[in-house]
């Protein structure tokens, strides 16, 4: 029988032990909360009272825990599980911490003939209940066949971005989308309350509009760098996200996002970029960072060539 230990069993990893079980694992289990433990006991998992105890029995550990700290103490800690792997079990890391914290584990992992892999995931607690997940892995390329067929159990999309490190950044960018936008999300709603609209029909409306499709719209643009294929004039945008500013003022709404995009737009057209794409505005971000995004100048390490 296939044996996995999962450290970790909240919001993410109760749905991550279902999956296991249901996939016919023998699933060992540690937490320091007794309920969450006892939750995923009744549904089958057996509960091991330490870290260690979870290590003596598997060669595969899935962890989600809530901080680098957390997981650092339970990996490479006073009695982490790296102490107790045997050589060449698996080890994942489906928390989200950073990417030097996923390196640094790395480092340690090959020092001890483990394997590491940073794995955090997107999707929420119904993703990893529906075994639905999607999954960012950093680790070595020539191991990665070994972990898919685990990750499958509760993955529906999984990609292989790189060494360790690679996973963390990817999802750190990407939660730093769906924050950004939830806070974009609440200032135009209050503006939009304050005008007096209804806000379902808003949404409804942003639903149909681009507003939540501006990575399919102009992600082309920004991956190939190509500013000149012009699908709406950056003087255009910068007209609307000023006029935007100026109605938020009207309606007393404070306008974070708001005004650090209408500069970042300002500079833009500063530099001459207003007859080109609205997405050029991505050049200026290049430019204070000293690089092309994309150009091979712009990497630092994690991406494996
Ligand atoms: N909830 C989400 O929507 C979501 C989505 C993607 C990624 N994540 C990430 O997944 C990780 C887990 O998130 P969550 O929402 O399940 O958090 P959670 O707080 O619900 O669960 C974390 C669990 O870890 C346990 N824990 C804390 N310290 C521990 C320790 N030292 N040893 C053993 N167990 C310990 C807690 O008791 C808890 O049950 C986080 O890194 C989070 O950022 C969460």
Known sequence: MKTVGIIGCGAMGKGIVKNFLKTGYKVYVYDL???ALKRVAEKGAIIAHSPKEVAMNVNIVITSLPTPSIVKETLVGKDGIFTYLEKESIVIDMSTVDSETAKGLGQKAEEKNILFFDCPVSGGPSGANDGTLTIMVGGKRGSFPKLDPILKVVGEHIFYLG?????????????????????SLGETFMVASRAGLELEQLAEVMRKGSATRVLDVFGENILKGEYDNVLFSLEHMLKDVSLYGETAKTMKVPSFIGSVTQGLFEIAEEKGKGKLDTSAVCEVIGELAGAGIGTSNSTLSVTEK
Not at 168 to 182: F, R
Request: hydrophobic residues 40%; proline residues 0%.
């Open 33 to 35: 909360n007794e309920q």
């Open 163 to 183: 060494k360790n490190g690679a996973g963390q950044a990817a999802k750190l960018c990407h939660n730093m989308i769906v924050a950004s936008t939830i806070v």
